[in-house]
């Protein structure tokens, strides 16, 4: 099993709707989860962090971390075209690090 | 704040020529910094962890001769790729590791395309 698992999409949305990602991992020492933004021929950018169960939001980004379920998930809202791009969740602890794999998102004008 | 910078943003060498791309934490430091690699539409693959003042440690299948790293201060972490060829032309983004703690701040990658 692997530690992190992401749908990798791709995912296509019109513009305007709710966009949910979501990972799952099976590491309950992980104490820290990210979500970042990579857009194509770029660096990954840090979009989120949180390090407890519930919600964060961000304009409009919100992260929700279920620690009993073992379960992440970003939700963006209003999509805009320019939210086109692959989005990579991550969690650490004890300095271990773990990347999903990435989904594609394109949201159509 | 938690800026990674890299450079070159792009490179293009000849077959058997050693390139050089530098990865700096612009705004804190870190004492360990990540390097990867990343095919087009395909997920990061992770090269090497790279801590400050000693020797970095490879994933399975990277050849450390040929991917040098060398982590000289907590600002700054270079890898050189040696007698480059066409293979390995490829993405390559760096990370630092920043706070808040367990967090990593990746630069905006180095293209390298190998003639």
């Known amino acids: 099993q692997k530690e992190v698992e992401q749908d990798p999409g791709p995912l296509s949305v019109p513009e305007g709707a709710i966009v949910s990602l979501n990972c799952t991992y099976s590491?309950?020492?992980?104490?820290?989860f990210m979500w970042y933004r990579q857009y194509s021929r770029k660096g990954p950018e840090l979009l989120m962090y949180?390090?407890?169960?519930g919600n964060k939001e961000d304009g409009r980004f919100t992260a929700q971390v279920d620690k009993s379920s073992k379960y992440i998930s970003l939700f963006i809202r209003d999509s805009q075209p320019s939210d086109s791009a692959t989005y990579l969740c991550?969690?650490?602890?004890?300095?271990?690090?773990?990347f999903g794999t990435g989904t594609s998102l394109t949201v159509i004008p | 704040g938690a800026v990674v910078s890299q450079h070159p943003s792009w490179v293009i060498c000849k077959s058997g020529t050693s390139v050089k791309i530098e990865c700096r934490s612009l705004?804190?430091?870190?004492?360990?910094m990540f390097w990867y690699r990343q095919f087009p539409k395909q997920s990061l693959m992770l090269m090497a962890t790279?801590?400050?003042?000693?020797?970095?440690?490879?994933e399975q299948g990277v050849e450390k001769d040929k991917f040098l790293i060398n982590h000289a201060s907590l600002t700054l972490s270079t890898l050189t790729v040696t007698s480059a060829h066409p293979e390995d032309s490829s993405f390559y983004i760096c990370?630092?590791?920043?706070?808040?703690?367990?967090?990593?701040?990746f630069g905006p990658g180095t293209r390298l395309t190998v003639l």
């Open positions: 590491n309950s020492a992980f104490q820290y």
């Open positions: 705004d804190f430091q870190a004492t360990t």
């Open positions: 949180t390090y407890s169960s």
């Open positions: 990370s630092a590791v920043g706070g808040p703690p367990d967090t990593q701040y």
């Open positions: 991550a969690m650490s602890g004890r300095n271990q690090f773990y």
């Open positions: 790279s801590n400050e003042g000693s020797k970095a440690t490879y």
